[in-house]
């Protein structure tokens, strides 16, 4: 049973590029989250996405977007990149499913992250 | 306010000791959760344990324990019996509002433990 897992592993970019980051969540999850982990620091919530649609959006700017596809894997795209977005970007998936949006479902399982430097 | 807060940057235990993490939350929900999260150098974020805010027992799962001091707001990680390969990163963690993982987590600055041969 694959776990979490995400693509690339490193990624090494230019200010003011552009990245796509990708994620595939556990078999069985619908919910992808993904947060980023600054050197040092824990991680930081930045969007959720369920049913292919943004549920939830931490404090990040609009240069952070995101998409969820119908087998339930998701990409994060950062546009404009700043020296400040070099990171370690974690994907976390989890089951809602259809009964109710806030399930007693608790547990996050995460990927081992993309480690992006931002030059 | 830091909503986590984790005071020890860097812990230090022998093999075969227990050890406790320290974390205190600040929150004004009455329904919240807590967790702990074990980063490894691999960095991946391995769950170890879950206290609802209503549970009236404190967590335990094998070696990990969780303190939960509600008046207090501490939640403190309990190993026992340290191996060599629980040297990692721990973060402690809370979900406000009612259950469910669609509720977003916020993480502390966390831990980092070194077990001592």
């Known amino acids: 049973d694959a776990g979490v897992t995400q693509s690339p592993t490193h990624l090494i970019k230019t200010r003011g590029q552009q990245v796509t980051l990708r994620c595939s969540p556990k078999?069985?999850?619908?919910?992808v989250s993904w947060y980023q982990q600054a050197l040092g620091q824990g991680p930081q919530f930045i969007f959720q996405y369920y049913e292919e649609e943004e549920r939830q959006r931490g404090n990040f700017p609009d240069r952070f977007s995101g998409h969820q596809f119908p087998n339930y894997s998701s990409e994060l795209n950062v546009n404009a990149l700043l020296l400040g977005d070099s990171a370690l970007y974690l994907c976390a998936s989890s089951f809602i499913g259809t009964h109710d949006f806030f399930s007693t479902n608790e547990k996050l399982f995460f990927g081992s992250g993309t480690q992006l430097s931002v030059l | 306010a830091q909503k986590i807060t984790q005071t020890q940057p860097g812990m230090f235990v022998q093999e075969k000791e227990a050890v406790t993490l320290d974390c205190t939350y600040d929150t004004s929900d009455p329904s919240y959760g807590l967790f702990w999260y074990k980063q490894p150098s691999s960095g991946e974020m391995i769950f170890l344990i879950y206290?609802?805010?209503?549970?009236?027992q404190n967590a335990t799962e094998g070696r990990y324990s969780l303190n939960f001091q509600k008046a207090r707001k501490s939640a403190n990680l309990v190993i026992s019996a340290s191996q060599l390969g629980d040297s990692a990163m721990y973060f402690c963690?809370?979900?406000?509002?009612?259950?469910?993982?669609?509720?977003?987590?916020?993480f502390g600055s966390g831990t980092q433990l070194t077990v001592l041969p």
């Open positions: 963690a809370m979900r406000e509002g009612l259950k469910g993982s669609a509720r977003q987590l916020t």
């Open positions: 206290q609802g805010s209503y549970d009236q």
């Open positions: 078999s069985g999850h619908d919910t």
